[in-house]
């Protein structure tokens, strides 16, 4: 089993700044893919960042210069640094990784449980 646990939600007011941390434990071969993903009520899912094994990134235009993706591959650790937050980013956001469970198996994509942004004053 994999799981993706995420940490780092909470009620910032505008302006402020938030870091969410995603870890992926469990029987684990390798991880390709990781990424950010938000969903505000009542709209679908969309995604924030993206970032591959060896480091290149993907932003939606709304976060780029404000959200930042990184990862620590020895921690199976993804990681999204949002600031200059504003009431439109208020969403619960989702990790996502792309993740082999063998050495011969395809990659399998697995998702977090989800953590609340509420950005507010």
């Known amino acids: 089993q994999v799981q993706l646990v995420e940490s780092g939600g909470g009620l910032v007011q505008p302006g402020g700044s938030l870091r969410l941390s995603c870890a992926a434990s469990?029987?684990?071969?390798?991880?390709?893919?990781m990424g950010w993903y938000r969903q505000a009520p009542g709209e679908e899912r969309d995604l924030v960042a993206t970032i591959t094994s060896g480091g290149s990134t993907i932003y939606a235009d709304s976060m780029k210069g404000r959200f930042t993706i990184s990862r620590d591959n020895t921690k199976n650790t993804v990681y999204l640094q949002m600031n200059s937050l504003k009431p439109e980013d208020t969403a619960v956001y989702y990790c996502n990784a792309m993740i082999r469970t063998d050495y011969s198996g395809p990659n399998y994509s697995y998702w977090g449980q989800g953590t609340q942004v509420t950005v507010s004053s």
């Open positions: 469990g029987k684990i071969f390798s991880i390709n893919g």
